[in-house]
């Protein structure tokens, strides 16, 4: 029995967790009953087309048309600067939340057209905005227990935006939403059944035989074809993660490769390597946030694609990323912290993958062999699958602009069912595994659920926004990119997202960055700006990469099957060694060629 089993109920009731807890809660109840948010505009400069069979004007918005509805005059909107510092000073609310605006500007060439704005006021409590992330990662530090952690950090959101009513007001509007229902369908079913099949088939352990026998001759090989892997499959983020850790556990586990080094490896390509070869949904999604009306290197969405991929030279944080998890691969890392130390050589002595305390998402029976009683396994029942992934994702976004990730799990699924009949598995076989794959995911399926819910309630508790005004201010050139580096790795971290981070930091950064090297003369504003660019967009992907309520973080341990605080407490240091490396290269890059 542990010394926490042993401990009466009064002693459980002042642990810090509890207190902290307690706390927590005490405060969040009481800015969100008696202290009133701060109002501020978000504006955003929209590139509007015409619809030619309609008439309306639309802006392309996550890949896709967003109509911009009744626009009036800029000089008559409710939300400006002025009207919003008037409200706060009486501490009222706006009636209006939204309105597109339009005005006359000049551009660079001296040609005056009509700009269009999005203008929505959004709100904060300052520093208390913060309190439900900081709830449900210190919670995550202090009892590495993300399930609890993030739901306590779930009920501080709730209490803050005066939501009580946890199941109608909370958790069935997030959780009715088309987004959690493609997770579920996505990580829970599709995901965890297609594993369970692999796993019932013996697909997975053929893929694992077969790569062993070819290529890989040890822990260093292992890592180093789930590191290639982590490059080919460059989609990013989830979609990566969940490739690659599906695909090499098998491998990694038979050659005694921690779960503490495995999660790096995934989680710290799969993000990085979506900036640094963004043939996938990224440069649709972000350009959409870097317009700046008169400057013809951003005028349209071509050109604005054009820009992204032109800065990737300058995504210095993701190349280094993977050029560390390469390192790490051949155990040529020079800085590893101890903890990772540790799990190297107690998996490669004594073949223990976890630690002891550990609490892996993942179940044990996602890794077991659980072969079918006479059933043969064949390799190509993980390769065309695997195929049918790869080739409906990258067609998929080729054609439509972006992947159909949902549809490649989908068919994979189908074709792993198909061919495991065609050969002779009976159904009952097949639904005995279909149901452990769920059974293996449904853990870690729950925690990436309620990370996203954090994420969500944290957008709308603003703290974000609050960020962004508290640290957006007049700075010296030449410290800007470092400033904004930092500014989107903490936005991040709290929200575990970085496509959020984008939308929040974006609208900020890019008018900024031209507004400093404007008022500083700068020679060269083209790299200025692609370097402050890049520090957006990397310091995003540190923060994301790293916070325990992310969804890369969650799946990278889950499929990996890694206890959630063992991957974030050796993921971080390496990727702190990797920011500061970067800030230290784009500061020199503004000083010296800017």
Known sequence: MSSKQKKSPFQRLLSPAFLFFILSMGFSYYVGKYVPPTWTVEKVTIDAKIEPETGKFYYIYKGKKKFISDPIPLENSQLTKEAVETLNAKKESPSVKEEYTFNLETDTQGQQKIQYHSLTAKRHWKYWSLMPAIVAITLCWITKEPFSALLSGILSAALLLARYDLTEAVFLPIMASASVAGIILLYLILLGGLMGIWNRTGAALAFAEFTTRHFVKGPRSAKFVAWLLGVIFFQGGTVSTVLTGTTVKPICDKEKVSHEELSYIVDSTASPIAGIIPFNAWPGYVQAFIYVAGVSWLATEVNRVAFFFDTIKFSFYSIISVFFTLLMCFDKLPFINKQM????????????LDAPDAEPLSSSENVADQIAPGYKPNIWEFFIPLFAIIGIAIGTYLTNGSPQVRWA???????????????????????????????????????????????????????GIYLVELLGGKLPFWILPVMLQSLTMIIAFSTGTSWGTYAVAFPLAMPLAFAVADAQALSNVYLFVSVCFAAVLNGSLFGDQCSPISDTTVLSSLTSGCDLMDHVKTQIPPCLIAAALAAVGWTITVLVFA
């Open 341 to 352: 130390k540790d799990a190297m050589k107690r998996s490669r002595e004594t073949g223990q």
């Open 409 to 463: 799990f989908g068919i994979a699924l189908i074709l792993a069912v198909g061919m495991a009949l065609f050969r002779g598995m009976g159904l009952r076989d097949l639904i005995i595994g279909f149901e452990g794959g769920l059974k293996s995911v449904i853990a870690g399926a729950i925690i990436l659920l309620l990370a996203i819910m954090i994420g969500d309630l944290s957008t709308d508790t603003g703290s």
